[in-house]
């Protein structure tokens, strides 16, 4: 996961704030800070640079090729959807290579400084241009066109992004009038935010441009990111559990934590976009063009408070708005403790699942006591769920996998200086030898990624689901604050790659993931969601195997799983619901434009909601439950069977019914 995304993780969790309906003072451009280096930054730039290039993973050479890369992620920060620069001013920023790599070896910051206090004035100029623009009469009517992802586009965009706002909440149930209002509020609200940017926000977005141009896991945390982001580490904190990041002027969804009010409401996913929040009762607040900082400040807060989250799903035509209330708890990874549950697959048999959701401290133990409760059942089969898990501590991943193997190395490690080192399960125990089946999906990452791999290259387990997110790094902290330092204030941190995870078959995870034996696709878009879609991502390559023995030639059951897996489904209407929806998904996101015309616009809204609510009824259908006319109308709590794990289940028990037949026991396997 990209560390930059997780600072606002702690914030997001921690502490208590309270923030009344303040009114809005609409400043004009002269109110503009000119932002400029403080002598914090100029103690902590050169050490940033200094670890960065002589200590990360991979090689880094600061010059105009690397240059060019620091460039195109501080457009991304600044600029992502190109409404602010014209192609010309972007050449311009390509043009000064050279002041790039001034400011990352000799720390002349002026030039960063000076495209920044730019880029602030730009986007006053567009939000005071909505402001003024925006009416319950705006015209709707032209035959104008919006592209869908600008992030390629050449120009910026006019009027034409204004009225896609506008009508994306229109569409979603708010009348003109209302509407107008709304977005004239908020872009006063985020004219009045551009005024209180401070120089340490410029330091940090070039600092983490120069990071993320390296790799998207190393980045540069200021003062109060590190110190939340430290915070975090205790996994005792108050909040609502999302991993948030900055996306252009949108605050994103990045991963849900488990066992948190965000996760328990089966409401929100990654890629949701957060454009308003609500406390107390309140009125909402727009969001748009906040800080990050700014945006978690308003939505943390004390344990058994409310926070209602206004989100919008979706791209384009069929975008989504909606509300989620939450109630603030206290977060700890351990609340979401490794569990089991019996299901009866299509023939009988009893199939025990274990859920992981992270590989939280002393997880191998828990682990170990729902395997002892699925045996005293006496289940023929294991699932062990791995889906939506991040990851977590490398040790618990050895321990883990080692409940289903005698003894053997479970990952390698190869550093920067090419030293590898093969990681181990000692314990000559195996806790369960049966029948046992990983499922992993595209947000599976690092240390499930880790386990699925050795049991899949063991031969002990058949993996089940979609790729795998692909995190093969390690990554370690460092603060940049020393003892005899004069500068009399906290210098922040930085976070940076110092090996990487190899499979023990010697391929890497990183970038390609795990890819599984029977693919069930998931709901989650891995095209979207993966290390493969992350700048800069370092790249897949392999070293020599561990020494290791199989366990069994999985390989010879693949074919036969697969034919009835495939027979099970072919008629199956919730099955087929993945992939048409995947389908459809694709269809949409190969558009390149969207009307800003109204009625088209609403034929299109108006379409995915219909398809979208027969897909709902389909799956009420095959629970036994009455048809809704609208997707609102189920209940808050309401949660649909997960299709997937019960096909999982069935494969697990086809699975054990071949072992049987063909009288494998892994425990008999010999080191």
């Known amino acids: 996961m990209n560390k930059l995304l997780k600072l606002a993780l702690a914030c997001a969790l921690a502490g208590y704030c309270v923030v009344g309906q303040a009114v809005v003072t609409v400043p004009e451009i002269t109110d503009l800070k000119t932002l400029s280096p403080e002598s914090r930054h100029d103690a902590a730039c050169p050490r940033i640079s200094n670890y960065f290039t002589r200590a990360h993973y991979k090689i880094i050479d600061v010059n105009d090729e690397f240059a060019a890369k620091v460039i195109d992620r501080l457009i991304s920060y ?73 992030s390629k586009a050449e120009f910026p965009a006019t009027e034409a992004e204004l009225k896609n706002e506008f009508e994306t909440m229109h569409l979603n149930g708010k009348s003109l009038e209302e509407t107008a209002k ?40 200021g003062p109060v990111e590190s110190e939340n982001f430290n915070s975090d580490m205790n996994l005792s904190l108050e909040g609502i559990g999302a991993v948030l990041f900055q996306e252009d002027e949108y605050t994103v969804i ?113 682990v170990k006591r729902e395997l002892n409760k699925l045996k005293a059942e006496n289940v023929d089969a294991v699932i062990v769920d ?27 490690v190869r550093d920067m200086n090419a030293n590898e080192a093969p990681y181990v399960d000692e314990d000559e125990s195996i806790e369960y030898s049966g029948p046992l089946v990983v499922l992993i999906n595209s947000l599976s990452a690092s ?14 387990a058949i993996l089940v689901g979609d790729t795998s997110f692909g995190k093969g790094t390690v990554q370690q902290s ?3 604050t020393r003892l005899y330092d004069l500068v009399g204030s906290d210098l922040g941190s930085i976070h940076y790659t110092i ?55 999985v390989n010879k059951y693949l074919r036969k799983l697969t034919v009835k897996h495939e027979e099970r489904i072919k008629d199956d209407p919730v099955a087929a619901i993945i992939p048409n929806e995947q389908v459809r998904y694709e269809k949409l996101k190969e558009g390149k434009t969207i009307p800003v015309n109204f009625e088209k616009r609403k034929l299109i809204f108006d379409e995915e909601s219909a398809f979208e609510l027969a897909n709902t009824n389909i799956r009420l259908k095959a629970m036994g439950k009455d048809p809704v006319k609208s997707v609102k109308d189920l209940p808050e709590d309401f949660e649909f069977d997960d299709s997937v794990l019960l096909e999982t289940v069935n494969i697990a028990s086809d699975y054990a019914s071949m072992l049987k037949d063909d009288g494998v026991n892994f425990a008999d396997h010999q080191d």
Not at 96 to 114: E, N, S, T
Not at 202 to 220: G, K, Q
Not at 308 to 332: H, M, Q, Y
Request: charged letters at 30%; one cysteine or more.
């Open 499 to 553: 090996a990487k995870f190899y499979r023990i078959n010697g391929g890497s995870t990183q970038l390609k993931g795990v890819t599984p034996d029977i693919v069930i696709p998931t709901m989650v878009d891995p095209s979207s969601i993966s290390e493969r879609k992350q700048p800069n991502a370092l790249n897949w390559d392999k070293i020599n195997p561990a020494s290791y023995k199989q366990y069994s030639d």
């Open 447 to 460: 240390s499930s990624e880790i386990m699925a791999a050795a049991l899949q290259d063991y031969g002990r």
């Open 254 to 366: 990045q991963e849900i934590l488990p066992g948190s009010p965000a996760e328990k409401s089966k409401k929100l996913k990654p890629k949701d976009k957060i454009i308003g929040v609500s406390q107390g009762g309140k009125k909402f607040e727009d969001v748009l063009g906040w800080r990050l900082t700014d945006v978690v400040d308003k939505i943390k807060g004390k344990k058994g408070t409310k926070v209602v989250l206004e989100i919008e799903r979706g791209e384009g035509a069929a975008t989504k708005s909606f509300n989620v209330e939450l109630i603030r708890d206290k977060i700890r990874l351990q609340d979401k403790e490794a569990k089991s549950k019996i299901y009866n697959s299509y023939d009988g048999k009893k199939i025990g699942v274990v859920s992981i959701s992270s590989f939280y401290t002393d997880l191998h133990s828990n």
């Open 386 to 412: 791995l889906r939506n898990n991040g990851g977590g501590l490398l040790p618990e991943a050895i321990y883990t996998t080692g409940l289903f193997i005698k003894t053997g190395p479970v990952v390698q």
């Open 182 to 221: 709304r977005l004239k509020r908020r872009y006063e609200v985020a004219l009045s935010r551009l005024v209180k940017q401070t120089n340490d926000d410029v330091f940090s977005l070039f600092e983490n441009s120069f990071a993320t141009a390296i790799d998207p896991h190393t980045n540069y945390f």
């Open 78 to 150: 600044l600029d992502y959807n190109h409404s602010l620069y014209t192609k010309a001013e972007i050449d311009d920023m390509y043009a000064h290579k050279g002041k790039i790599i001034d400011a990352i070896k000799k720390c002349d910051l002026r030039y960063p400084f000076a495209v920044y206090n730019d880029s602030m004035k730009k986007r006053f100029e567009k939000y005071k241009f909505f402001k003024d623009t925006v009416s319950a009469d705006i015209d709707l009517s032209a035959d104008d066109y919006i592209e869908i992802d600008r």
């Open 478 to 480: 460092r603060p940049l």
